[in-house]
């Protein structure tokens, strides 16, 4: 799964490793299957080739820095959130 989003001027795009499989027929419209590296950690490849991924909480830890990034710099204002007031995720 990607997660992503793009604006005039910034943009974010991660790929999550999904906890289910890839059914073929995606694969073969989209060239995106699972993969295990050396030491069995489950990832994504693209048409063969290793694509950086991480899991969900990472990704949309990064995702929910990017928005509160984007909405500083819009609007010039701190949005009174901040990463640190988030529980740490493991």
């Known amino acids: 799964m990607q997660l ?10 991660e790929y999550i ?3 289910g ?3 073929p027929s995606a694969t073969v419209v989209q060239g995106i299957s699972i993969c295990y590296d ?10 063969g080739v290793a694509i950086n ?4 909480l990472a990704v ?3 995702f929910l820095e990017f928005l509160v990034s984007i909405r ?3 609007t010039g204002v701190d949005p009174g959130f901040h ?3 988030l529980p740490q995720l493991n």
């Open 38 to 47: 050396a030491g069995e950690k489950r990832g994504l490849s693209k048409n």
């Open 21 to 23: 499989n890839i059914s």
């Open 72 to 74: 500083a710099s819009h």
């Open 60 to 62: 949309f830890r990064s």
């Open 4 to 13: 992503a989003v793009v604006t005039q001027q910034e943009s974010f795009s």
């Open 53 to 56: 991924c991480r899991e969900k």
């Open 17 to 19: 490793v999904p906890a």
């Open 83 to 85: 990463m640190s007031d």
